[in-house]
């Protein structure tokens, strides 16, 4: 990377670009460029990951409306009035990402916690929607009309 600018003009420009691309998503990396998320599920519940680092936890918003997750956050510019900024690559402002929840999942128990820059939203499974043993019932006790 080049640190010294050829023509303020055309940096800005291509700055302004790049950072309208990253908030509208098209830069390549899907939906929430701004905001990556992982998603595991386990036998009693999903966890989404997202990766938040530098945000201030008090900035951070989970909320559930309709079957629609929703985290916002946002990270402020830290740059003192001495100070001149020469390489701007880090993304500011406000991030949202909204997952839509299966309604297997539990939306009145869902809890998040953020630590070293990571937001893991856990969201358990419906108990009528975890796998379960179905018993299977000898030819001598009652059968199954079909």
Known sequence: MLLTSIDPFVQE???????????AGLSGRGDGAGMPMDGIRRADD?????????????????????????????????????????????TMGAFTRRVYLS??????????????GVLAVRIPVLEQAKPRKIAVQAADQKAIRT
């Open 13 to 23: 420009f291509e700055r302004q670009f790049d950072r309208a691309v990253r908030q």
């Open 103 to 116: 309604e297997h999942l539990d939306a009145d128990a869902i809890e998040a916690a953020y630590n070293n």
């Open 46 to 90: 999903v966890v989404l990951r997202f990766d938040l680092p530098g945000i201030d936890p008090g900035s951070i918003e989970v909320t559930v409306d309709r079957g629609v997750l929703t985290v916002s956050a946002r990270r402020e510019e830290e740059f003192g009035e001495d100070e001149r900024v020469f390489v701007r690559e880090r």
